[in-house]
C-alpha cells in the first residue's frame, strides 16, 4: 500500500523537485500571496488575468496539504446548513451567499476542461444521501433550494436510493444533476499551470517568516527573499503560522483521510450503480468509483496529525459495513493507497474571507467544502481589490473566532467522535424503526391472509353487534390490600 501525507512530521513530498522554483532575490510585485493551494491560486489566476503583478509564495510545494489531496466532489454551498445560515444573516444575504457558492461551482467548471487542464476528467451528478428516515425535512429543503435558491435538484425515494447503492444505511437523498467531480489533484497543478500562463509567478520551498502590512507598500519576509507589495493575500490555511499566528488560531485543524481500494472487479458495480459523487449528510462518509471498478472513500478524521496508512483498516472496514456484500467472499476489501490532508474548521462553519486591514486579504477556513467555496473567495478578492468590487463584505458577519487553541483541538476531536457517535445512533434506530416497520406489515399480511383462509375478518375491522356497542360493564373492584401490605405511614 503507498501513502501520502500532509502531516507536518511525515510528510512524503510527491512534486518533482526540479519543477520548483525557491525564490531567493527580492520582488516588488502588486499582489503577493501566501500559500499555493486551491485559494491562494485562484486569487493568484484571477488576479494575474486583471493585469496586476503576482508572487505566490508556497512554504513546500504546490498542493502540498488539502488542496492536493481532495476528491474533486464540486457542488454549490458551504460546510454551514441553508437553514442555520438563513437564522444567522437572514434570507436575503443567504440567498446572495448561495448564488456567490454556485458562481464559484461554475468558476471551476468552467476550468475543468480537458483542453485547458489534460486528464481533469470531469463527471456529472452528486447524492447526498440520509442516514436517517428524514423524508419531511427533505421535501422542505428540496423546495427551499430549487424555488428559493434556483439551485437544481431531484428528491430520491429510499427506493431509488437503494436501488444505486445497495445498502439499508441511507434514506432518502438530494441529487444534485448540475453538481460535478473531477481530478482532485490535477485541478490544483492544472489552476497553477494556468496561473503560471498568466502571468503568476509561483515560488515553492519559500515559506513566509513575517509580514509588516502597517504601510502602504507592505513588507513580506522569507528565509532568503524580501518582498514589497501593496497587496498581501493570506491563504495558508491552518498552517500559516508566523506571518499572522492569530489568525492561524481562528481555525481548528482537522485532518481528513481518505483511501482508494484495489480493482473489485464486478462486484463493485453490483452493490453500487451511481457513477456520481456520494456524500452522507452528517458528512461522515464521502464516495465514488474511479477507474471504472475502484472505490475512493473518505471517512476518519482527527484533530491532530496521523499517518494516513493508520485509517487503511478503519476505511475497509467502514466499506464492508456499509456495502456489506462488497466484502462477503472476500473478506477484507484491501486498500491500495491512502492520503490525507488537514482541513481549517471555522467556529461559526463559514470561510474567512475579506479584508483584515487597507491591503490586507484573508482567505481560509473552507472546511470540508472547498472547491468551490475557495473559488468564490478568489473571484471576490481579485474583484474587490482590482474593480473595488465589495460582495465580499456579504462575509463580514462570520467575524475570526479564536478556535480554542489545543484544547479546543481536543474538544474538537471529542465533539467530531461525539457527534459521529450520535448520527451513527440516529442511523441505527432509523434501521431499527425501519425493520420494525417491515415486520408490522408483514405481520398484518400474514393475519389477514389468516383471517381470509378463516373466513374471519381482522378483530379491528369486526363490526360492532346488531345493537350497537355494548354496554360497558364496569369491572369489579379489588379490595384494597391491607395498610400494613403498604409498609408503614401509608
Ligand atoms: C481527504 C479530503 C477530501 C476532501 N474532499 C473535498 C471535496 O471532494 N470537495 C471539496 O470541495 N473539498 C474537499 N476537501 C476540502 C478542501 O480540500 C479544502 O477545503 C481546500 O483544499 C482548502 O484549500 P486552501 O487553499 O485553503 O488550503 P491548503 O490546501 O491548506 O493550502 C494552503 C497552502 O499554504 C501553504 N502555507 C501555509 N502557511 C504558509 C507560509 N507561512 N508560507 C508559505 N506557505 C504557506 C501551505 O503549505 C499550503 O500548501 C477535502 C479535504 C480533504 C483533506
Redesign the pocket.
Known amino acids: 500500500m503507498s501513502e501520502t501525507s500532509t502531516s507536518a512530521t511525515n510528510q512524503a513530498d510527491a512534486a518533482p523537485l526540479r519543477e520548483r522554483m525557491r525564490l531567493s532575490f527580492d520582488l516588488d510585485v502588486d499582489i503577493c500571496i501566501?500559500?499555493?493551494?486551491?485559494?491562494?491560486l485562484t486569487v493568484a489566476l484571477e488576479t494575474a488575468r486583471l493585469g496586476a503583478s503576482v508572487a505566490v509564495?508556497?512554504?513546500?510545494h504546490v498542493g502540498?496539504?488539502?488542496?492536493g489531496?481532495?476528491?474533486?466532489?464540486?457542488m454549490p454551498g458551504f460546510g454551514l446548513p441553508v437553514g442555520e445560515l438563513i437564522e444567522r444573516v437572514g434570507f436575503e444575504d443567504t440567498r446572495e451567499l448561495w448564488s456567490l457558492s454556485r458562481e464559484g461551482a461554475e468558476f471551476v467548471r468552467s476550468l475543468a476542461k480537458e483542453e485547458l487542464i489534460p486528464g481533469i476528467g470531469l463527471s456529472e451528478g452528486a447524492l447526498e444521501v440520509s442516514n436517517v428516515d428524514a423524508g419531511d425535512q427533505l421535501i422542505s429543503r428540496l423546495q427551499m433550494l430549487s424555488e428559493d435558491f434556483e439551485t437544481e435538484v431531484e428528491g430520491w425515494q429510499v427506493d431509488r436510493v437503494r436501488d444505486q447503492l445497495k445498502t439499508d444505511r441511507y434514506f432518502h437523498g438530494v441529487y444534485y444533476p448540475k453538481a460535478f467531480q473531477i481530478d482532485?489533484s490535477k485541478y490544483v497543478h492544472g489552476l497553477a499551470a494556468l496561473a503560471r500562463r498568466a502571468g503568476a509567478r509561483i515560488f515553492e520551498d519559500?515559506?513566509?517568516v513575517s509580514i509588516d502590512s502597517s504601510g502602504i507598500r507592505k513588507r513580506i519576509v522569507t528565509p532568503t527573499a524580501r518582498l514589497r507589495a501593496t497587496h498581501i493575500v493570506l491563504?495558508?490555511?491552518i498552517?500559516?503560522?508566523?506571518?499572522l499566528r492569530r489568525l492561524s488560531d481562528t481555525l481548528l485543524p482537522v485532518w481528513?483521510?481518505?483511501g482508494v481500494t484495489v480493482p473489485l472487479g464486478g462486484r463493485l458495480a453490483e452493490v453500487i450503480a451511481f457513477r456520481g459523487s456520494v456524500s452522507d449528510t452528517d458528512g461522515i462518509d464521502?464516495f465514488r468509483i474511479v477507474d471504472g471498478d475502484r472505490l475512493m472513500w473518505?471517512s476518519p478524521e482527527t484533530t491532530w496529525p496521523m499517518r494516513p496508512q493508520h485509517f487503511a483498516g478503519a476505511i475497509s472496514r467502514r466499506i464492508r459495513t456499509v456495502f456489506p456484500r462488497l466484502g462477503r467472499g472476500v473478506g477484507q476489501i484491501e486498500i491500495a493507497e491512502m492520503w490525507?490532508?488537514?482541513?481549517?474548521q471555522t467556529v461559526h462553519g463559514m470561510p474567512q474571507i475579506g479584508q483584515l486591514r487597507k491591503g490586507l486579504w484573508v482567505a481560509?477556513g473552507?472546511?470540508?467544502?472547498?472547491?468551490?467555496t475557495?473559488a468564490m473567495a478568489g473571484q471576490l478578492i481579485a474583484r474587490s481589490i482590482l474593480w473595488g468590487d465589495e460582495r465580499w463584505r456579504l462575509f463580514s458577519p462570520f467575524e475570526l473566532v479564536w478556535a480554542g487553541g489545543p484544547i479546543g483541538r481536543v474538544a474538537g476531536q471529542i465533539v467530531g467522535l461525539w457527534g459521529r457517535g450520535s448520527s451513527a445512533a440516529a442511523g441505527v434506530l432509523a434501521r431499527h424503526r425501519e425493520r420494525a416497520r417491515a415486520k408490522e406489515r408483514i405481520r398484518e399480511a400474514r393475519l389477514a391472509e389468516a383471517n381470509r383462509q378463516a373466513g374471519t375478518r381482522p378483530a379491528m375491522q369486526r363490526r360492532p353487534p346488531p345493537g350497537g356497542v355494548p354496554p360497558h360493564r364496569p369491572r369489579p373492584m379489588r379490595r384494597p390490600p391491607p395498610a400494613a401490605d403498604l409498609g408503614e405511614g401509608a
Open positions: 501566501v500559500g499555493a493551494g486551491l485559494a491562494g509564495l508556497e512554504g513546500r502540498w496539504n488539502a488542496s489531496h481532495q476528491l474533486g466532489t464540486v482532485g519559500t515559506p513566509v491563504a495558508g490555511n498552517h500559516l503560522g508566523a506571518p481528513r483521510y481518505a464521502h473518505a490525507g490532508g488537514a482541513i481549517g481560509s473552507f472546511g470540508r467544502q472547498g472547491l468551490n475557495s
